[in-house]
């Protein structure tokens, strides 16, 4: 899922995210389960009650009435370690694929199975990719 919208979100993506914000923030508060469960369904109710209204400028009072309250009632909503504004997002780096290709014969001898595995694979998605884009080796040459 990505953090950044590049596309109009319809106005029930904005009530669901609204939703999903005011239970992880709750989340953040609430020290015991059975408290949580209780406000999850206070809120399910607030949202609920609201649900059949069509005056749009309503209903942007009510969302931006609900976000300030998330606001003004939570010092920190809860984030994700991996996840961006994480403590641990891009931590680590991720080697790619084809760091495989460079291991020494020895290295592969140790997982046989997995490279024979994978090199099936590389020749699956080389006839695949020759198959919808053609040969580009022959292309290069011309």
Known sequence: ?????TRAVSHGQRVKSLYKEALRAI???KLFRLDYR???VQIRAEFDKHKDERDME????LIADTKEKIFLTVPKTKQFEH?????????????PD???DFYHPLEKA?????FAKRELAKRDHI????????????????
């Open 27 to 29: 989340e953040t508060t």
């Open 83 to 95: 996840c961006p504004r994480g403590i641990a997002h891009g931590r680590y780096d991720v080697s």
């Open 98 to 100: 084809m760091v495989f």
């Open 127 to 142: 006839l695949w990719w020759e198959k919808t884009y053609g040969n580009t080796e022959s292309h290069a040459k011309n």
């Open 110 to 114: 140790a997982y046989p199975k997995y």
């Open 38 to 40: 209780f406000a999850a």
């Open 58 to 61: 309503k209903i942007d009072k």
């Open 1 to 5: 899922m990505s953090y950044m919208t």
